[in-house]
């Protein structure tokens, strides 16, 4: 059974920095692209960053270019994501989700975690 | 990378059927078949109902259906039932690699 599960989240003052996780089981997580999504209280989704299957491309949203940074380990099947910089608008449930198998389809993500709230207040 | 546009809202009775629809331009939803549909229950994950247009993942029901037209795609609801009462998310694969969110249309069924 694929599951992804997202730690890290909590509170933490405009301005500092947090790094989420994304323990990853139940396939072979080194073969698949993987992301960051955020949805911010009572507000719609937002794609955040995606990282290939080696980690050799890498693409962000404009807005958080500079801030956010993705990583995986695929020798520990997990994702990463370090924010810089925080501000209260990136208060937000953070998910990651998997791209689907290889060579099936584009542009869409199968599965997903349960997320983890960021809070960014003084 | 602007958001695509959908209604905030639709509702409709149960066995009847609903269209949302998601607009954007050809640098996205009207350029590349790679467009999507998720539905998200209060306080749940997303789930991903359509892929690629008209695609459905095993397991999702074919009361879902999705198409595009131009720089507009549409998911049909057939059938409603109560446990369709959600909120619905289209996204679109961009030319830049990037992808791109509606605002999300809140089902209602009466």
């Known amino acids: 059974e694929v599951q992804l599960v997202e730690s890290g989240g909590g509170l933490v003052r405009p301005g500092g920095s947090l790094s989420l996780s994304c323990a990853a089981s139940?396939?072979?997580?080194?073969?698949?692209?993987m992301n960051w999504f955020r949805q911010a209280p009572g507000k719609g989704l937002e794609w955040v960053s995606s990282i290939s299957s080696s980690g050799s491309y890498i693409y962000y949203a404009d807005s958080l270019k500079g801030r956010f940074t993705i990583s995986r380990d695929n020798a520990k099947n997990s994702l990463y994501l370090h924010m810089n910089s925080l501000r209260a608008e990136d208060t937000a449930v953070y998910y990651c989700a998997r791209d689907p198998p290889p060579v099936t389809a584009i542009g869409c993500f199968d599965y997903w975690g349960q997320g983890t709230l960021v809070t960014v207040s003084s | 990378q602007s958001a695509l546009t959908q209604p905030a809202s639709v509702s409709g009775s149960p066995g009847q059927s609903i269209t949302i629809s998601c607009t954007g331009t050809?640098?996205?939803?009207?350029?590349?078949?790679?467009v999507s549909w998720y539905q998200q229950h209060p306080g749940k994950a997303p789930r991903l109902l359509i892929y690629e247009v008209s695609n459905r993942p095993s397991g999702v029901s074919n009361r879902f259906s999705g198409s595009k037209s131009g720089n507009t795609a549409s998911l049909t609801v057939s059938g409603l039932q109560a446990e369709d009462e959600a909120d619905y998310y289209c996204?679109?694969?961009?030319?830049?690699?990037?992808?791109?969110f509606g605002g999300g249309t809140r089902l209602t069924v009466l």
């Open positions: 139940g396939f072979s997580f080194s073969t698949y692209s």
């Open positions: 050809s640098s996205d939803v009207g350029g590349y078949k790679y």
């Open positions: 996204s679109a694969y961009t030319r830049t690699s990037t992808v791109v």
